[in-house]
């Protein structure tokens, strides 16, 4: 049985087509687009929040989309053990809806950065990399101007002490060092989950990278990790 | 009527990129003594109420859940009593 997935749509989201394409025609799941001015998840297994610049980043990136109607639903959902995805400006949203821990800053460099980068998964036993091993090397693309994850030491050793950090930014052969980080996160921080591990946050864009079309397909692994999974 | 000035701080521990490369704009322009240069947000609203108690109240609910964000940003604020020109009362 497939899931059925709910990308939101907030206004000033950009990747939610892309999203909903990886979802409805690649990977072959019910998908229904859901506005930011609604409640009604649609009976979704998997909620998307994607990329994009929503209110325009005014005041903090995701700080006024955090507000948006549909995350009332989105927080209980996720509260409940719900599987949330929060892709680049749907990482920040989720930042500041406490739903993962810690903030996003300006990128170190102040450069917008838009390229393909190497993920090393950190966490290979998660919802979204259970189909993968730790230590594999994912080739995605990020492009952000503030995904300069940052969080104090205390909630960094909860992290870690957890091992919620699922991704973090390599070389190609998984070596991790700040050569390799786009933006300046802390520890070379890409992607976290939360506690319950139902949500996750990552800047790369997984859904950019999902048609071979395209010349490369490792975002589908994620992708099909929760498929595969969500259920068990 | 409250006009209130409040102003976001990122925390001295909190980087600040943007801060630092007006500084090195400042270096270019032959200062060589300016430090610490921070970017931080200021933001003007008024409040429709003559309870000075509840005004304060409703803006620091308005700074601690919008405006600034806890984890990395301080706030203070000054409420200071102001009657609106007749053209622009709602």
Known sequence: MKPRVGVVVFPGSNCDHDAYYVFKKILDCDTEFLWHKTTDLKNSDIIILPGGFSYGDYLRTGAIARFSPIMNSVIDF????????????????????????GVMLRNKSLQFVCKDIYLSV????????????????????????????????????????????????????????????????????AGIINKNGNILGLMPHPERSCDPVLGKADGQLIFRSIINNIFN | MFKAKVLVKRRPSI?????????????????????????????????????????????????????????????EFTLIEWKAPEKEKR
């Open chain 1, 78 to 101: 996720a509260e409940k053990g719900g599987c949330v995805v929060g892709i680049c400006n749907g990482f920040q949203i989720l930042l500041e809806a406490r739903l993962l821990p």
């Open chain 1, 122 to 189: 950190i966490n290979g036993n998660t919802l979204f990399t259970r189909d993968i091993n730790s230590g594999k090397v994912l080739k995605i693309p990020v492009a952000h101007g503030e995904g300069n994850y940052f969080a104090d030491d205390l909630t960094l050793k909860d992290l870690e002490k957890n091992r919620q950090v699922v991704f973090r930014y390599s070389s190609s052969d998984g070596t991790i060092d700040e050569a390799y980080n786009p933006n300046g996160s802390i520890k070379n921080i």
């Open chain 2, 15 to 75: 980087l600040d990129p943007q801060g630092k490369a007006v500084e090195k704009g400042a270096v270019l322009l032959g200062m060589n003594n300016i430090r610490d240069t921070r970017i931080d947000k200021y933001i003007e609203f008024s409040v429709d109420s003559n309870d000075r108690v509840s005004a304060e109240k409703e803006v620091n609910e308005y700074c601690s859940k919008l405006l600034a964000n806890p984890i990395m940003e301080d706030y």
